[in-house]
DNA sequence: AATGAATGAGTATTCATTCAT
DNA sequence: CATGAATGAATACTCATTCAT
């Protein structure tokens, strides 16, 4: 009995072809993926890709949104919820979080908005709205929390949660261009924790 | 018939294009700019411009090449021939420099690698040998400079010097995407300097 | 599980159908209308449409032969049954026929049998054997009669009933597209039939 | 020595095109005419037909201007630079000019208005304004001057040059339909002139 | 009978690149 | 050298039609 030409797996399609797409620019970027070739890898026709996103643009935002909130809300969900003081959360989750990020699929997503976000004010809007602000308030609340807690001195840092953010950017910007001459980006999301831990806790660095 | 009173220098014109090539791939991208309209800018017609780039990758590729390198130059003179301290330098040429980038047109450039690199590791293989490695080598240089001389001490700091690099790159793409929650940049870059310097000269930051 | 209070007839089916194609072609057109849009406005799946009508062009064509041919009908008869004079039948049944068809839904029909006609012979001919064959003949008959009963004397007129369908057809293409400046199609017409009686009756018009 | 791939022709292409479009326009109307197919017939590549013209749309708008305008232009001419009577013109002139446009070029174009023309609201204006306007209006300059000249006497007819204009409207849509079935548009057309000329002069028709 | 998810052929339009002049 | 007319491959998106459920 041969393959039947048609499913019917209303539920699923989406996911299906978020993921495709997801891979697909990731190979080649935005603009160089074909929505043929997301179609074909998802298994399904372009017409019903279109049934689900009405555009190219669309589908990119489907995909942002899909696989990057998540990344943010499980680490603010530790946050709100851990005992944790904030230097165990510094050096145990968002460590870990920061260390892996590089080498994932995110990664990829995070230089895709780089590359393509001034054209997709909206998205930007979403992604500063739904990901960079509510990262940043994370971190500015830990500090502050770690402040209320006598575990760190207040400074001009309880300001720059950006500083934070930094290596992580850098080291997905890094890594995914110049994978080959890239320094082991643990260390050096490693020493800037280091480095802000210490500063905030009045030690010499 | 009269003489055409500014006859155009044969050897202005590649640089002529390369800069009306900067304007356009800096307002729309380099996927969304055409190379009429490259031509069109530098008052050159479409013939004229294949004739000295033979392909759009080529036109990118001079671009890059032409605008970023003399910056990192000028960066690397200055640490070489100066008798300023480390701290001097940090704190003087290099802070300027990393706090004009990112609101220069270097900084859609540094965006433009970041989003078009991957497609041309050629380009990328040029932009590592003559702008990041000769920039985090003068860095490194720098600290090695501080340390001889009583100046730092030795941490693993001096084999990071991309800890000195993030910030810059951190602004650029913040500004270039979010230029209206943007931090004050310079603030930022400060932040970092200080923290980086406290701690090579073993204060409490 | 309570009974649908209205539960649509099978039989009314295809005619709830036509209505909204009929409808949908007028608004958007043969080409621009959607067989989805139609379904829709029948209340109806796609797939059902598909079961009543094989194909759009089918669709088409069952909505001309349904709206249009019972007008034609409904003259024919008048003349037929009525023991009116030609004049009396022309200056009343025919006038009004005339004067009201421009601004129907028949009207749009027209147009778009216009328009579409030449791809569709098939309806092309079916149009001719039931409208305007019939249309034209009754006129010829009435006229007939006329002379019969020496209300009208006999001239080329008798050859011609085209003459009195021309300003119909005029009104009706010149109101689709001139709306704004079209002439009170009433008097257009009226002016028509003037002129053809007072000829058919020998007086000086 | 082979055929140039190209042949540098900007004078003539335009026209080249819009008689290739009116060829196709007319075969298969405009929805149904490929671009592609245009262009192959004008012998030219796509890409320089949209040199050219812009969209599908502006291709057919610049097939009507350029085909049916000179037609009018023609007829009005006439009537302002003859010394002819009014009735002279009206059988002379216009009748040859009414009973050739039905078969004619002109004839199509005109269908493809009717079918096309309330897509395009500014193309109906300019055919309004250049066409439909300056024909009436001619029409009725004519009959005015008639009447000066005694030739004619004043009737409701003087303000509806429409009466002359309708054989023609319809024997185009006519013939383009039931081309088989048509009645001599040439004896309808001479029929109407003849009703309506005995009608101004007073004459028993 | 009824649904609507799924198909895929079909088409207008763009733009880097070439080459006759 | 210089031009810009000419090319044509490449691609997002539509919609009539089908068919598993």
Same mark, same amino acid.
């Given at each position: ?29 935005? &603009? &160089? ?173």
């Amino acid at each position: 009995m041969p393959e039947p030409r048609f499913r019917r797996r209303k539920e699923d399609r989406p996911q299906e072809i978020t993921e495709a797409a997801l891979t697909a620019f990731a190979e080649k970027g935005y &603009a &160089a993926t074909r929505v043929d070739d997301v179609a074909k890898r998802a298994g399904v026709s372009k017409g019903l890709l279109y049934l689900y996103f009405k555009t190219k643009e669309d589908l990119f935002k489907a995909v942002i949104r899909s696989f990057v909130v998540p990344r943010i809300d499980a680490l603010t969900t530790i946050i709100d919820n851990s005992e944790m003081s904030a230097e165990e959360f510094l050096r145990g989750p968002f460590f870990e979080f920061a260390r892996t990020l590089p080498g994932s699929h995110i990664s990829i997503l995070i230089r895709l908005m780089i590359a393509e976000g001034p054209k997709h004010p909206d998205l930007l809007q979403f992604y500063w709205d739904n990901v960079v602000s509510r990262g940043l308030g994370a971190i500015s609340e830990l500090l502050e929390r770690g402040v209320q807690q006598g575990e760190f001195r207040r400074s001009a840092v309880n300001e720059l949660p950006h500083l934070f953010a930094m290596p992580v950017l850098f080291s997905v910007v890094f890594r995914s261009l110049f994978e080959k001459q890239c320094p082991d980006t643990d260390k050096l999301i490693g020493a800037q924790l280091d480095l802000l831990i210490a500063h905030m806790k009045g030690d010499v660095a």
